[in-house]
């Protein structure tokens, strides 16, 4: 798995981010947007809503986490 994720890195040009980066970013962007808890549970493969909101539920009230984290805005 990992020669294959360092691959794909590779030819996206873009930083080594690890997957679990990656499915981070995805959780908190999506919180953000306004998507419901369960649908990104389901769509970021977590076990359960429980999981997602343990760990993710501050992005829905800080929209500043995505933009600290990647340096975007």
Same mark, same amino acid.
């Given at each position: 798995m990992g020669q294959?994720?360092?691959?794909?890195?590779?030819?996206?040009g873009i930083e080594k981010l690890s997957p679990h980066c990656c499915r981070h970013g995805f959780a908190t962007s999506?919180?953000?947007?306004g998507i419901d808890p369960k649908t990104v549970a389901v769509r970021g &493969?977590? $076990?359960?809503v429980g999981t997602v909101m343990k760990f993710y539920s501050h992005a829905m009230d800080d929209p500043t986490v995505t933009d600290v984290?990647? &340096?975007? $805005?």
């Open positions: 294959v994720w360092n691959n794909v890195i590779e030819r996206a999506m919180l953000q947007a &493969g977590w $076990k359960d984290l990647f &340096g975007t $805005k």
